[in-house]
C-alpha cells in the first residue's frame, strides 16, 4: 500500500506530462528550431535529386517559385504525439536499459527527417507539377500519414534492437503485447475505491477555479497614452528620414499591437541610420512578448551573438537597464539590435521573465499593457561593434525621454 505500491504506476502518471502544452515562448522557439533543421534536410534531399534550390532562412527558392517552410511544417506537432508513442514503446519493451533509451530518443530523429521528407517530396511536387498541386498534397500527407510511417519506423527499429537482446525474443515477447483477458481486466476498474485524498483535491481545485470565476475581468484600467503617431521625428541630433514605414499586413496581423511606429533616423550623412520600432499592446498576454529571436531566423538572418546586458552605467539612470544586444547577419551584411520589453516601469530583456511579470501584474492588479522597443543599425565590413553599440546607445538615450507618454510607466 501507499508508496510502495504508487510506485508501480508512476510510468503512467509520467506519461500524463505529454498532455501538457509548452509554454508559448518555449514553443515559438522550438518550433523555429525545428523549421530551420527540417528545411536544411529537406533541400540536402532535393539537391540529391538533382533539383536546383536554393534555401533562405525557412524560404525554399526553387527559382520559379519560393516556399516558405510554416510553423505548421515545422514538424512539431507531430513531435509530441510520437514522443507519447515511443515513450509507451520503451517501459513495454522487455530489454537492456540502453535498448530502452534509444526507443525512447528515437522520435525525434525520426520525426525530423520524416518532416524533411515530407518538405523535400513538396518542393518536388511544386517544382515539376506547380505550387496549385500543394495545396492538396499537404492536407493529405501530413498528420496520420506521417503518423504512421513514424510508428511503423518505431517498431522497425524495436525489432533491429532485438537482434542486440541477448534472449533474441520476439517482438511481441519484448514488447509484452499480452492481450489475453483484458476486458476482464478491464473490469477491474470496478473495485477501485476512491481516494480521499483525490476527492479533497477536487474539490479544493473547483473551489478555486469558483473564487477566481468571481475575480472581476475587468480589474485593470485602459491607460492613458499618446498614440506613436505623436511621437517626436526629431531626438537629439538624430531626424526621422522620410514618412512613417508600415508593415505589410499579414506581419501587422502577426504582430497584433494596438499600435506601433517603425520609422528610420538619421544623424548626418556619414552616419548609418539606427532604425527605431515600438508597439504597444493594452494586453501584452495575447502576443504582446513576441521575442525577435523567433522572427529573425524565419526571415533569412542568422545571429552570431546575443547577450543580456545592463547599460543603465552607460546611460547614466539610477537603477537597472536591461536589454539584449544582439549581432544579426545574413551573408555579408551585419546589424546590431537592441530591443527590450516595457512593462509599466519595469524593462525586461528575457522574453521568459516578461511572461512571468505579466502573469503576476494580472493576477495582482489586472493590469497586463505594456510593449516593446527595438533599434537596429546596421555594421560597417570593418566597423568595430563597440562604434556600432555608440550611436545605439546615443539612440536609446534619446528614446527613453518622450517614452513614458507613449508606453505610460505609472
Given at each position: 500500500?501507499?508508496?510502495?505500491?504508487?510506485?508501480?504506476?508512476?510510468?503512467?502518471v509520467?506519461?500524463?506530462?505529454?498532455?501538457?502544452?509548452l509554454?508559448?515562448t518555449?514553443?515559438?522557439?522550438?518550433s523555429?528550431?525545428l523549421?530551420?533543421?527540417?528545411?536544411?534536410?529537406?533541400v540536402?534531399?532535393?539537391?540529391?535529386?538533382?533539383?536546383?534550390?536554393?534555401?533562405?532562412?525557412?524560404?525554399?527558392?526553387?527559382?520559379?517559385?519560393?516556399?516558405?517552410?510554416?510553423?505548421?511544417?515545422?514538424?512539431?506537432?507531430?513531435l509530441f504525439?510520437?514522443?507519447?508513442?515511443?515513450?509507451?514503446?520503451?517501459?513495454?519493451?522487455?530489454?537492456?536499459?540502453w535498448?530502452?533509451?534509444?526507443?525512447?530518443?528515437a522520435?525525434v530523429?525520426?520525426?525530423?527527417?520524416?518532416?524533411?521528407?515530407?518538405?523535400?517530396?513538396?518542393?518536388?511536387?511544386?517544382?515539376?507539377?506547380?505550387?496549385?498541386?500543394?495545396?492538396?498534397?499537404?492536407?493529405?500527407?501530413?498528420?496520420?500519414?506521417?503518423?504512421?510511417?513514424?510508428?511503423?519506423m518505431?517498431?522497425?527499429l524495436?525489432?533491429?534492437m532485438?537482434?542486440?537482446?541477448?534472449?533474441?525474443?520476439?517482438?511481441?515477447?519484448?514488447?509484452?503485447?499480452?492481450?489475453?483477458?483484458l476486458?476482464?481486466?478491464?473490469?477491474?476498474?470496478?473495485?477501485?475505491?476512491?481516494?480521499?485524498?483525490?476527492?479533497?483535491?477536487?474539490?479544493?481545485?473547483?473551489?478555486?477555479?469558483?473564487a477566481?470565476?468571481l475575480?472581476?475581468?475587468?480589474?485593470?484600467?485602459?491607460?492613458?497614452?499618446?498614440?506613436f503617431?505623436?511621437f517626436?521625428?526629431?531626438?537629439?541630433?538624430?531626424?526621422?528620414?522620410?514618412?512613417?514605414?508600415?508593415?505589410?499586413?499579414?506581419?501587422?496581423?502577426?504582430?497584433?499591437?494596438?499600435?506601433?511606429?517603425?520609422?528610420?533616423?538619421?544623424?548626418?550623412?556619414a552616419?548609418p541610420?539606427?532604425?527605431?520600432?515600438?508597439?504597444?499592446?493594452?494586453?501584452?498576454?495575447?502576443?504582446?512578448?513576441?521575442?525577435p529571436?523567433?522572427?529573425?531566423?524565419?526571415?533569412?538572418?542568422?545571429?552570431?551573438k546575443?547577450?543580456?546586458?545592463?547599460?543603465?552605467?552607460?546611460?547614466?539612470?539610477?537603477?537597472?537597464?536591461?536589454?539584449?544586444?544582439?549581432?544579426?547577419?545574413?551573408?555579408?551584411?551585419?546589424?546590431?539590435?537592441?530591443?527590450?520589453?516595457?512593462?509599466?516601469?519595469?524593462?525586461?530583456?528575457?522574453?521568459v521573465?516578461?511572461?512571468?511579470?505579466?502573469?503576476a501584474?494580472?493576477?495582482?492588479?489586472?493590469?497586463?499593457?505594456?510593449?516593446?522597443?527595438?533599434?537596429?543599425?546596421?555594421?560597417?565590413?570593418?566597423e568595430?561593434?563597440?562604434?556600432?553599440?555608440?550611436?545605439?546607445l546615443?539612440?536609446?538615450?534619446?528614446?527613453?525621454?518622450?517614452?513614458?507618454k507613449?508606453?505610460?510607466?505609472?
Amino acid at each position: 500500500m501507499g508508496w510502495s505500491r504508487g510506485w508501480h504506476f508512476w510510468p503512467s502518471v509520467l506519461h500524463l506530462v505529454y498532455m501538457l502544452p509548452l509554454p508559448a515562448t518555449l514553443y515559438y522557439k522550438v518550433s523555429i528550431w525545428l523549421q530551420m533543421v527540417s528545411s536544411e534536410i529537406g533541400v540536402g534531399i532535393l539537391k540529391l535529386l538533382s533539383v536546383p534550390v536554393f534555401l533562405e532562412g525557412n524560404i525554399i527558392d526553387l527559382g520559379v517559385m519560393r516556399l516558405h517552410v510554416a510553423e505548421a511544417c515545422s514538424g512539431l506537432r507531430y513531435l509530441f504525439p510520437i514522443m507519447s508513442f515511443s515513450y509507451i514503446f520503451a517501459v513495454l519493451y522487455r530489454g537492456p536499459k540502453w535498448h530502452k533509451a534509444v526507443l525512447l530518443l528515437a522520435a525525434v530523429p525520426i520525426t525530423v527527417f520524416m518532416n524533411s521528407v515530407r518538405i523535400a517530396v513538396a518542393g518536388l511536387i511544386a517544382n515539376v507539377y506547380g505550387i496549385e498541386w500543394l495545396e492538396g498534397f499537404t492536407h493529405f500527407f501530413e498528420g496520420w500519414v506521417i503518423f504512421i510511417i513514424c510508428i511503423v519506423m518505431l517498431f522497425a527499429l524495436a525489432r533491429l534492437m532485438l537482434l542486440f537482446h541477448p534472449g533474441r525474443p520476439s517482438l511481441a515477447d519484448a514488447l509484452d503485447l499480452d492481450t489475453s483477458n483484458l476486458l476482464s481486466q478491464a473490469g477491474r476498474i470496478r473495485l477501485i475505491r476512491p481516494s480521499r485524498a483525490m476527492v479533497a483535491a477536487t474539490v479544493l481545485g473547483f473551489a478555486a477555479l469558483a473564487a477566481w470565476q468571481l475575480v472581476p475581468q475587468d480589474r485593470g484600467q485602459m491607460v492613458q497614452r499618446s498614440a506613436f503617431s505623436m511621437f517626436p521625428t526629431q531626438l537629439g541630433a538624430w531626424q526621422q528620414r522620410g514618412p512613417e514605414e508600415r508593415l505589410a499586413p499579414n506581419v501587422a496581423k502577426v504582430l497584433g499591437a494596438d499600435d506601433y511606429r517603425q520609422v528610420t533616423m538619421m544623424r548626418d550623412a556619414a552616419t548609418p541610420t539606427v532604425g527605431l520600432f515600438m508597439a504597444f499592446y493594452h494586453d501584452q498576454s495575447k502576443g504582446g512578448v513576441h521575442s525577435p529571436e523567433i522572427c529573425l531566423p524565419s526571415s533569412g538572418w542568422e545571429i552570431a551573438k546575443l547577450e543580456r546586458v545592463d547599460i543603465a552605467p552607460q546611460l547614466g539612470t539610477e537603477g537597472q537597464f536591461l536589454l539584449n544586444r544582439v549581432i544579426i547577419q545574413k551573408g555579408e551584411l551585419r546589424m546590431m539590435v537592441y530591443y527590450w520589453f516595457q512593462q509599466g516601469d519595469r524593462r525586461v530583456a528575457w522574453d521568459v521573465a516578461a511572461k512571468f511579470y505579466l502573469l503576476a501584474d494580472g493576477i495582482r492588479s489586472g493590469q497586463t499593457d505594456g510593449g516593446i522597443v527595438r533599434l537596429t543599425t546596421t555594421m560597417g565590413s570593418e566597423e568595430s561593434e563597440e562604434s556600432a553599440e555608440a550611436r545605439l546607445l546615443e539612440m536609446t538615450r534619446e528614446v527613453i525621454a518622450p517614452l513614458p507618454k507613449f508606453m505610460p510607466e505609472g
